[in-house]
């Protein structure tokens, strides 16, 4: 089976249970579109577990986007003893007040191996994934394409333009793809549709659900 998450915000227990409840096994495939890091307690047990399992897809999210570049600042830091220039400083001390702290806390505490592996692990996440399931394609991103032009590849967008506001729900961004997107909360608390597009985040950092979408049978799930 075949299984999408977003917007995980270091809620590792979250989603151990989502994978308990969904009956994860290793036959099957699980995409997260971004935001793995941040708000949540847990976020280096989440990267931790997620970078042994071979058949989780991650997908980058503005969180982690930000978070490789922060912790790297970090890891030098705690290397070197060195101080980032001010405007990094600047960005680092904004970035914890929008759910960083608890990432940078957690990073802190790791050894220097540790911290290695989580760095190699958030800067290699990939920005879209696209998958084919029982004859429908589903192109999956964290939020949508900035500026995106009907036919174009998404391999010619920068990072930055996965990064954007979730598309309109009435507007099919990719002819002939479905796409999963997350960033955004939905008003309802639940996964959305809108002609062309799912939306999958449904406010986990905030109280909310952790959702999950089936793909062969469109089920969804929450914890």
Request: charged share 25%; glycine share 8%.
């Amino acid at each position: 089976m075949t299984y999408v998450m977003t917007n995980l915000h270091g809620e590792f227990q979250k989603f151990q249970e989502m994978l308990t409840q969904i009956r994860f096994r290793d036959t099957d495939v699980l995409y997260v579109l971004g935001d793995l890091v941040d708000f949540g307690e847990e976020s280096m047990e989440l990267i931790a577990d997620l970078s042994v399992r071979v058949n989780v897809y991650p997908i980058a999210g503005e969180h982690d986007f930000l978070a490789a570049r922060m912790l790297t600042e970090v890891d030098k830091m705690l290397k070197e003893g060195s101080t980032p220039a001010p405007d990094v400083l600047a960005e680092m001390a904004a970035w914890m007040q929008n759910g960083g702290e608890k990432t940078i806390a957690a990073f802190r505490a790791l050894d220097e191996e540790q911290r290695e592996g989580v760095l190699d692990y958030l800067c290699d996440l990939s920005l879209f994934e696209e998958a084919e399931v029982r004859g429908k394609t589903y192109l999956m991103v964290h939020a949508g394409i900035a500026d995106y032009t009907a036919g174009s590849d998404p391999d010619d967008y920068l990072p930055e333009d996965f990064f954007s506001e979730t598309p309109d729900p009435d507007y099919p961004l990719v002819e002939g793809c479905t796409l999963i997107v997350g960033h955004a909360p939905t008003k309802s608390g639940r996964i959305e549709r809108g002609e062309g597009t799912i939306y999958l985040h449904c406010g986990v950092e905030a109280g909310g659900a952790l959702a999950c979408l089936r793909l062969e049978d469109q089920r969804e799930f929450y914890v």
